[in-house]
């Protein structure tokens, strides 16, 4: 289902409200969006057009965690 999840260039870098920046690829569609306040914020398409709400729950926990490690390190 999830694959090939990854950050990209921050949003607004280096300015006062930059923000952290993802893509995936889910069952073929790509999605972006942005990770503030420990939120999960979608750019358009969202996956809550395609995909069922506890599979996007089980997205973006995946996503929680990759920005979890990348904000630790």
């Not at 607004?12 to 409200?17: A, D, N, S, T």
Request: hydrophobic share 35%.
């Amino acid at each position: 289902m999830l694959q090939n999840i990854e950050i990209i260039t921050p949003l607004f870098e280096g300015q006062v409200h930059e923000r952290i920046q993802f893509k995936l690829n889910i069952e073929g569609n790509n999605y972006r969006g942005i990770f503030h306040d420990k939120e999960v914020q979608w750019f358009n398409p969202q996956p809550h057009s395609k995909i069922e709400e506890d599979d996007v729950n089980f997205v973006e926990a995946n996503v929680h965690n990759l920005m979890f490690k990348h904000l630790t390190h």
